[in-house]
């Protein structure tokens, strides 16, 4: 077995039934008479299109983009849909996998390992430092009013678990990162977007015994990168006809169509379980979450709560909150709160 494939192999956990009654994420079925047919959730329905239909339009920066998509702009989204599994194996669209990752991860697990092996590695990524430093200086773990300025420091603040807790998102955010040119927006929504998603995967993981927190938050942002790939497939295809300008509604018609099938194939690139594909795969066959395993409804809900949160943070009128979507898709009262707590205050704490 390769290193990628052994620190990606999440440790069997027991069964629900044999931890004495804990607490798992469940699907609830609506109260009525016993004639009432349970009608199982769809993957999505007009509410939550319409709430991804507002996400989209803030990362491009339009008010619609129902327009028909022709002539020069069809042929481009029909060369996006003939080249975007290939595009997984072209360096300058396909987000490697962090190559530090795997050591990081196998030091984290090793209650041997000592800190100062810890703060070496980490000093291997610029930017991961950074966000160390940033997380240990956060109202949660600061515990004096003086600034953390120490890595070491930093790591015994921060502990194994707040370190894995940064791993998903931290380590991965220099993908995210795109050249200004059209639709500046697009790269910082999509980076928050997996911030967020990546906070309620890990509120979800923890009630769930067969989901591991961190594999779980990775799972979260592998669409979020799927749809970076696809943007800069996208302009690279519009540089290819000089004279057309870059239009928004084939850059959404892009993300909608691929972002979920690509995010299979970079997990499966990045030698990702079996069991960690099928969640992603459940994704992309858009199943009900009623008949997704475990690890699939997790990466669903958190999906579903960070693109939510993101449009909810950003509402100019008060209104019934979004998270009654995570409820109305089955998820029972109590966790459909934790969920959606971590997404929504995640992003504004780091």
Partial sequence: MSVAAWFFAAARKPAPSDLGGALVPTLTEPVGSPSTAYVEPPYSTEAIEAAAGEAFKRAFGVAR???QILGEHAQVLERIGH???AAVQGREYFPRRPMLLPKLMRALNDPECPRDELVKLILEDASLAGSVLKQANSAYY??????????????RLLGTEGLKRLMATAITQPVFLIPKGYFDSFAPLTWELAQRAAAAAEAYAKTDPECDPFIVQLLAIMEPLARIMLFRLTMDKYRGMPNVLPRAEVFIRALQRHAAPLAVSIGAAWELTD??????REQAEHRSPAHMRNMGRAVYFASLAGMLALVESRRQEPGESLRALLVGQGLDEEHAARVWQAALTCHEAR
Wanted: aromatic fraction near 8%.
């Fill in 142 to 155: 600061r515990v004096s009013p003086a600034r953390v300025d120490n890595l070491d420091l930093a790591v």
């Fill in 65 to 67: 983009f129902d327009y």
């Fill in 275 to 280: 069991a960690s594909l099928d969640a992603l």
């Fill in 83 to 85: 080249d975007a599994e």
